[in-house]
């Protein structure tokens, strides 16, 4: 469309399309350098102090855009009246809208006007790093840097991040980033066997990647959480050993006042729902054993950081995440997905103990929290390692008389004495209330909102803390109500009708807000797990110089994906492929080491002759989408391969999987008996498991839902 338009507007006068603006922009900064040499030849010249400086005003400043941009022709820097990357130096503002903020770029460095004002008072350029704004949205994100050096589980790192240790380079040899010959000197010579599975060319590389990668640890053991949850529900013997421990409970218990007090309004109608959640879950682990560091500052990560090789000796340099940190750490302004090495982790007043990931302990934790709660009821969702919701109404009038609160206590006391962790607990009528109730509970608390308290409880709810609610969906509400700041869940309710939100956020959404504002949520346990997609996405480390080693590769993934599939019982009928290819302008090795950078994304999928979980047919049908692409190998940064249209493995005993479906074979009214005919056709003898080359364009049976190709973005 873009290239058909342009060539009917033809040679607009300006010598190219977007001409306009150039000139427009040129014409300002001529105007611009016209008036400074005004001022110099009246001797109005006051100062160089920001000689060399450029910036761009934009949103409320004081003093106001005319005055700064005079000050600036005063004292030698330059103004533009438009940003561009290459030309500012600082971006000036003192607020800025949300729409503003959510465009702001990696290292954009925001800067209040003040600056400009202390300059002049004290006739030096100053550093900006106490009047930046917005640090935290500037900073660059990317995947977390994996180290894949062994490390001792509990040994315990110090980083102080006012003065880095001399001798951090030597414990941190595997996150040197390429940008440094001679240190990448220093890691092959150390260790070459390591470094070479940080490249995907490495036959160990995935096995590496996945035994060290977090988000792995966190998607793998929520998809084992749910299965184990539901095989346990077959098990007799497990209910038994419920009815038993209920038994034991009801019979030590200490009842008080408020549990003799303590009824439900309808037995038969009302649910008591609790959000149990670990605090600080990997930082809790890491410390079970040493419960004496748990009053200090302790944050997760793959590195304890190093320092940079710049002259500046109190220069900080880490790329490595923050995934975990305890409560005392978040005193100073640290907190998850931070880089070690960002602004408030690098200039507050405290030590950082840098613990590694203790995978192992990880797993003992989770299984021993799981079989606690376990122990009492099976209706339980699990959400992940270290989070659940349960349904307790059944438990509690079983116990009765009993205040949900009093059980919730001897819960958790059970929990701590079996885990050596902390964790925290909120209990309301619906599920979402009891989240929401967890989050007023920590740290390693308990909060109960009781029925007839639901809008008081809501209403003074920040709409941030809605679970799917972002800045994107608030700055759409901020947008059609400019007059007031929202923040609280009461705001919504008095600003916007029902209609009114599904107008500005569509209708599925602006009844969910509705409805969430005012605390209604309808859901109940999803105790079947019935996931609608399983895959396995790999952007890190992918570099390769031919379609050979990736096709070496691809068959580790599948082998992957096939595990992944066995383990949550399911086959796929559709398979769909993605790659990352390096963009245009973009630098061959980005910032980040072994990450993927800006890339262009693509993916293509096909429909499967019929389900399976084959790895053979996994991998080739991967290999084919893959040759349907036109990209250049070496400039492949990532691939994924997701499995859809799931049907589950496990049958009932009539003859159903666990998500309803019957196949027409296992049908009385649908078994005719096999004609004697022999039909001499090549396709009749393919196995049935294999997809043919027809596959992609076959007609699907009606009953199945529509898809469409994906298009190369």
Partial sequence: MAGRASAQRGDNGWGEWGGYMAAKKRKLEEQFDKDCMNNVQQHERKSNIFHGISIFVDGHTEPPADELKKLMIEHGGVYHAYYSKDKVTYFISNNLPYAKIRKLKPNDKVVGSQWIIDCIKQNKLLPTHDYEMYKDITKSRGQTELNFKRIEPMKIITSDFNVPNSDDEENNSFEKTSSSSSETEEIQAEDDDNLSALNAKHPKFLETFLKRSRLHYLSSAAVAKKVYVQDLRKKSEHRLLIEKQREELKNKLQRTERDYLFKLNDEKKDKIYMHIDMDCFFVSVATRNQPELRDQPIAITHSKGKKSTTSNENQFYSRSEISSCNYAARQYGVRNGMYLAQELCRNHNAKILCLPYDYEGFHIVSDLFYNTVLSYTLDVEAVSCDEMYVDLTDLILYLKPLHPLTFISLLREEIQLNTKCPCSAGLASNMLLARLATRQAKPNGQFYVEKGYEQEFISKQKILDLPGIGLSLLDKLQQNCSHHTIEICKQIQNLFSLEQLKTILGKKQGQTIYDMSRGIDMRTLSKDYLPKSISIDINYGIRFQTFDELTLFIKQ?????????????????????????????????????????????????????????????IESETIKLLKQFHFIVADLRGVGITITQLQSTTKTTHGQDINGTRTLFECNQFRVSKPAISIDNDDTNQNADQPSESSVTRKRPIQQEQTTTIARK
């Fill in 557 to 617: 993934l599948s082998l992957e994906l096939h595990k992944r599939l066995k383990q949550a019982k399911q086959k796929g009928k559709q398979l769909t492929v993605k790659i990352r290819v390096r963009s245009l302008n973009a630098p061959i090795e980005p910032e980040k080491f072994m990450g993927c950078g800006r890339t262009d994304d693509s993916s293509r999928l096909i429909n499967l002759h019929s389900y399976t979980d084959d790895v053979t047919t």
